[in-house]
């Protein structure tokens, strides 16, 4: 259990790149007594300098603390840190922020509780610069009791959402989030490029493009409720899946006759379709979840 009311709260680091010196940084600040360890020694030292305790070998980092975060490159860094420390790990809490799937966490869950530790796997959907603000958010699910025994650590991340036991929670929750992040982004690049054929600069369309986004965004709970009920006709329809489909045509050939390509755009076309031909045409866009779950 931390002692809230002085700097005793040990956590060890391991990982050092951009996210977890990020992480290891706001500790530091915090007062934690914060153990780092990395592979490249060298991106230890200005931890230490800000007064990390340097760890030569990752079971001195182990060692040093009860908690654990781990945040490197992938699952498979992960695993083969934990496989050869399979020994040293009793007793501790493994905080895993790793990006990766909901398979990969529970896989790693399993292991851990098999070798007698608590396991929390993080969604971290924040950049480097926002951890330790109350912006970055951050997503945990596994062990709820190791969650909340160890909430100064948490909390001192960032806003701290515990979603629930299963340890594949958070990645689920992490790369839906991205999903929507990149349907966004994709969305926005296309935009962008296509006026750019008429030499309209992006930073001059962006703005127009941000107000655009928030009008539709506030349409998100209304496909919520039909999405869940699976009636997508519940509580009206304005902009039915047919005329979406028709005029979603001159998107592509638009694009195409000013020389752009609708790799982006494409696979909508084919959801939209497939909606109407199924027998959705007369509903929202929400009838879409139908065909992106069909086999
Ligand atoms: P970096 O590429 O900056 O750092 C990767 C880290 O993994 C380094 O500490 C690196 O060590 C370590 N590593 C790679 N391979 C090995 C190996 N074989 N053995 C030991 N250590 C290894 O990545 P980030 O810090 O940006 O990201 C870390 C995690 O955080 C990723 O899973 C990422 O998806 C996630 N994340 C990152 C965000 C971001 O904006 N940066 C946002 C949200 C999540 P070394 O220094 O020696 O190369």
Request: glycine letters at 8%; a negative charge.
């Amino acid at each position: 259990m931390l002692n809230k009311n002085n700097n005793s709260t040990k956590v060890s680091v391991i990982g050092l790149g951009t996210m977890g010196s990020a992480i290891a940084k706001v500790f530091i600040k915090k007062g934690f007594k914060t153990t780092v360890w990395n592979r490249s020694e060298n991106k230890s030292q200005a931890l230490v300098a800000e007064g990390a305790i340097f760890a030569s070998t990752v079971l001195e980092a182990i060692a040093g603390s009860p908690v654990i975060v781990i945040c490197v490159l992938n699952y498979d860094v992960v695993n083969i840190i934990l496989e050869k420390h399979k020994g040293e790990l009793a007793g501790k809490v493994i905080v895993n922020l790793t990006n990766g799937t909901p398979e990969q966490a529970r896989k790693v869950a399993k292991w851990v509780a098999d070798n007698d530790s608590e396991y929390i796997d993080g969604g971290i959907m924040a950049i480097p610069p926002m951890i330790g603000l109350p912006e970055a958010f951050i997503l945990y699910s596994g062990s709820n009791k190791a969650f909340e025994d160890n909430k100064e650590i948490f909390d001192t991340l960032g806003t701290a959402s515990f979603i629930g036991s299963d340890p594949g929670l958070a990645s689920l929750y992490d790369l839906a989030l991205l999903s929507a992040m990149y349907g966004m982004l994709g969305g926005y690049l296309h935009a962008v490029t296509l006026v750019s054929t008429e030499n309209i600069k992006a930073i001059e369309f962006t703005p127009i493009v941000i107000n655009w986004l928030h009008a539709m965004i506030q349409v998100l709970p209304h496909l919520a409720q039909q999405i869940d009920a699976s009636d997508y006709s519940l509580g009206g329809v304005v902009s039915n899946l047919e005329m979406n489909a028709t005029s979603f045509v001159n998107i592509l050939e638009a694009s195409k006759s000013q020389g752009i390509k609708n790799d982006l755009m494409s696979p909508m076309k084919t959801l939209l379709d497939n909606g109407v031909k199924e027998g959705y045409g007369k509903g929202d866009i929400s009838a879409l979840v139908k065909m992106l779950l069909k086999q």
